[in-house]
């Protein structure tokens, strides 16, 4: 539907406008919609789709093309919190009130998501 509607290329072109780095909106584009709507399948599949066109006009290697799903995969990682259906499992199976998984889940997966996106950061200068 991004394809066909013209909405990728739009979204491309404003994105091309903000002067972030590649890397950058990858990242911040997937944490946004993962803390807004709770699915990492749903934020990286959107997010790819609103990037394909950026993508590829800058004609990215390989390599950095995998730097770039990993930033992606760093930000769908972060922001687990009430809205996810991670966030519930783990909190019923260890059996900790909401706040304590949001103090302790909610922070890990950031962290997680946060390390995540500076290796990706760390390597692209050497690819």
Known sequence: MLVK????????????????????????????????????????????GLLAPLVKEVDLSSPQLALVALAMGGGALALSHINDSGFWIFTKLVGISVSTALRTWTVLTTAMGLAGFALAAALWPLV
């Open 5 to 48: 509607t013209g909405i990728g290329d739009a979204v491309s072109d404003l994105l091309q406008a903000s002067g972030l780095p590649l890397l950058a909106l990858a990242f911040l584009m997937t944490l946004v919609l993962r803390a807004a709507q709770g699915s990492a399948t749903v934020s990286l599949v959107t997010v790819g």
